[in-house]
């Protein structure tokens, strides 16, 4: 069974900051592409950023320079540090979790972070 669960997710105030976790199991884990998105009320579900099994990364205009993507093999995890919170932040965040471009999809079931003015 392939669980994603997110976690860290929750009210701040803007400029202030969260970290989402990210934990994986029945996956090997190592070799799988991860990724954050997001999805705000009314809009499509964007890619927020990336992380290849190389540990490249890829972010979303809008979050670079502010957003950070890693991964601890160890412990089957990934993170989304988001530093200089914006009210347009403001969205359920997902966990993916695919094999090469190809590979099934795998998604968390979200965490919601609220960024208030």
């Known amino acids: 069974q392939v669980q994603l669960v997110e976690s860290g997710g929750g009210l701040v105030q803007a400029g202030g900051s969260l970290r989402l976790s990210c934990a994986a199991s029945g996956i090997i884990f190592k070799i799988y592409v991860m990724g954050w998105y997001r999805q705000a009320p009314g809009k499509q579900r964007e890619l927020v950023a990336e992380?290849?099994?190389?540990?490249?990364?890829t972010y979303a205009d809008s979050v670079k320079g502010r957003f950070t993507i890693s991964r601890d093999n160890a412990k089957n995890t990934v993170y989304l540090e988001m530093d200089s919170l914006k009210p347009e932040d403001t969205a359920v965040y997902y966990c993916?979790?695919?094999?090469?471009?190809?590979?099934?999809?795998?998604w968390g079931k979200g965490t919601v972070v609220t960024v208030s003015s």
């Open positions: 993916k979790g695919r094999v090469g471009t190809r590979g099934t999809e795998y």
């Open positions: 992380i290849m099994p190389s540990s490249a990364t």
